[in-house]
């Protein structure tokens, strides 16, 4: 069984900077897509991220190209999102996803249905 524990969200500024965290836990962890969705209130959960199992390939929405940054480190089993130069449209409750399936694959997009394991979320508030 595979547990995701988000952490790090907040209150922040437009144009600053937050680093939010996921820790997994279960085994066969760094064999797995992670990757980061949000939802935002009155909206459908959308893709944010992805990042390979090695880590070597990333993957993001448009709308935060050049803004964030996922990475992994598999000794922590933990996945992590840069966001750099905030606004107030990424305000959302922010989740975690894990899956064996790479991206590419229909888990990934849309708002991520049959994902293998979400965390409960950490929400990320902008103000202006």
């Known amino acids: 069984q595979v547990q995701l524990v988000e952490s790090g969200g907040g209150l922040v500024q437009t144009g600053d900077s937050l680093r939010i965290s996921c820790a997994a836990s279960?085994?066969?962890?760094?064999?797995?897509?992670m990757g980061w969705f949000r939802q935002a209130p009155a909206k459908e959960r959308e893709f944010v991220a992805a990042i390979s199992w090695n880590g070597v390939s990333t993957y993001y929405a448009d709308s935060v190209k050049g803004r964030f940054t996922i990475s992994r480190d598999n000794a922590k089993n933990t996945v992590y999102l840069q966001m750099n130069s905030l606004k107030p449209e990424d305000t959302a409750v922010y989740y975690c996803?894990?899956?064996?399936?790479?991206?590419?694959?229909?888990?990934?997009?849309?708002?991520?249905?049959?994902?293998?394991?979400w965390g409960k979320g950490t929400l990320v508030t902008v103000s202006s």
């Open positions: 996803a894990a899956d064996r399936v790479a991206y590419g694959g229909s888990v990934w997009s849309g708002p991520g249905r049959g994902m293998a394991y």
């Open positions: 279960g085994r066969f962890l760094s064999s797995y897509t």
